[in-house]
């Protein structure tokens, strides 16, 4: 594995790997940038990397998606992130997370993790034990996926205003790709301000409970991606604006809580030449982090909220940009953060 070129051209700080044999621990923690501060993101526990290459590439990319999200959201952190490569056959899932605690602790408070795909706060709890430098931990914030939703879907209701010239999303039809912790709480949250919701997920029973308690419509993936709608929220893993897919799409705006919502940055251009708005994914999502960032000086969920809610001029403000200048969303997102960390 050669990882400099890519961490050079992308100006990282750092790729860890890190291991224990007696729990077969096998982690990477990607670092891109502790300019503004400890470089804070989740760490993902998967099986199903096809090896260190794999892993490396997907952290690395979301510790860079961490560090534009924490500094777009004026927050005084870097970015970071973890993956740990699951053992195939049966493993001691508390001995190996209290090997990875001591493996995070080990970088001296350079990185700080929390809950991402694959772990919960439990785990963080059993990190907990043997570093100080997690976040995300029940009696504390907790689950941040309500804040998460919060902001997504404030974002959208920026983008409703910039692309849409709406003033509110009653009747807005929003079709809505993984409905997990988050994409659940954006359903919920969509409901409450009156949007027609469309969904999809390969957990069934997921996708019954929104039926039953917002009326959504069940639809199956390539369904979802084909139904006519105001605005596409995809809230699944990342890669879900690809070649297939965008020639499908058939709505206004993608707005949603993913990470790593084009699966290739020329997915944005593809976009913007089917005469659709996309909103940055790490523009949008940034509500979990407030929230667990929040934990750094003392929890405060009103604090949160409050923060997470200012999304909306941020979107507001990148949209707005983005129609002056010509430039794509995502460029324009890009370059106000890049000012920040290397103007």
Known sequence: MNAFPQLLEGRFEGLHLLSDARTSLRAL??????????????????????????????VLRLARGMTYKATLAGLPLGGGKAVIMLPRGPFDRVA?????????????????????????TADMAVVA?????????????????????FGVV??????????????DLQGLKVTVLGVGNVGMNLCRELHQRGAKLYVSDIARERVQQMVEAYGAVPLGEAELYAQEADVFAPCALGGSINDVTVGVLRVRVVAGAANNQLLEPRHGAALARAGITYVPDYAINAGGLINVAQELTGYDREKAYARASRIHDTIEELLTRARKTGERPEQVADHMVEEKLYG
């Open 29 to 58: 923690v990607g670092i891109h940038s502790t300019k503004f501060g400890p470089a804070l993101g989740g760490t993902r526990a998967l099986a199903t990397y096809a090896g260190e290459e794999d892993a490396a590439t997907d």
């Open 96 to 120: 190996l997370f209290e090997a990875f605690g001591r493996a995070v602790d080990s970088l001296g408070g350079r990185y700080i993790t929390t809950e991402d795909s694959g772990t919960s």
């Open 129 to 149: 034990r043997t570093t100080r430098h997690v976040v995300g931990l029940e009696g504390r914030s907790g689950d941040p996926s309500p804040v998460t939703a």
């Open 154 to 167: 404030r974002g959208i209701e920026a983008a409703a205003k910039v692309a849409l010239g709406r003033s």
